[in-house]
Structure formats: C-alpha cells, structure tokens
C-alpha cells in the first residue's frame, strides 16, 4: 500500500508564495499518477495540478502560470511550488495518488494541509 504525507501548508499574504511536499512511502513503485487537489470552504473538491508517470503534467486553468508540480523520484517526494497566490486560493490542500494494484487502481488520499492566503 502506498501513505501519503503532506506539509508546508501556511499562512501567508497574497501575491507570497509557498512550497508545498508529500512525501510517499510503502509501495511507491506502483504509483501511476500523484498531484494535488484541494477544497476550500463550502467548495467541492477540485484538481490542482497532477504528474502521470512517466512525466507528463496536468494543471487547472486556475493555476496556469502561478504554480508548478515537480516530482523527486529519489526521494518519492511531489511538490507544488505557488507563487502569485490568491486570496481565493485559500483552501486545505490534498495528496492524491492512483497507485495499481491486483485488482486494478485505487486512488489514495493523504491528510490534507492548510493554506490559507490573507488580503
């Protein structure tokens, strides 16, 4: 099985940035895409921006040009660096990751962390 482990979520001003890291552990081999997702307050949740093995990117049109999704392979570790932050980027900020498994893929969720984005 695969556990997802998010930090770096802060507060910080808008137009500041910030790096986010999930660091995965367990069977990270079977992982076929890891990214994030986040949910702000009375929102569902949405994708932000995913990394599919081998390496092709995926973002919100919400986040084009602002952040960017990088993958450690050596350190099993994905992160998203923020700039330009929004108010409206406020929100907590998942880990999410498709992993394969015997009977086909799953996805998985780590804990979430807060970034929270001040006027």
């Known amino acids: 099985q695969v556990q997802l482990v998010e930090s770096g979520g802060a507060l910080v001003q808008a137009g500041g940035s910030l790096r986010l890291s999930c660091a995965a552990s367990?069977?990270?081999?079977?992982?076929?895409?890891i990214g994030w997702h986040r949910q702000g307050q009375g929102n569902e949740r949405e994708l932000v921006a995913v990394?599919?093995?081998?390496?092709?990117?995926s973002y919100a049109e919400a986040v084009k040009g602002r952040f960017t999704i990088s993958r450690d392979n050596a350190k099993n570790t994905v992160y998203l660096q923020m700039n330009s932050l929004k108010v409206e980027d406020t929100a907590v900020y998942y880990c999410?990751?498709?992993?394969?498994?015997?009977?086909?893929?799953?996805?998985?969720w780590g804990q979430g962390t807060q970034v929270t984005v001040s006027a």
């Open positions: 999410y990751a498709t992993v394969r498994v015997q009977s086909g893929v799953v996805g998985i």
């Open positions: 367990g069977s990270t081999f079977s992982i076929r895409s």
């Open positions: 990394v599919y093995t081998p390496g092709t990117e």
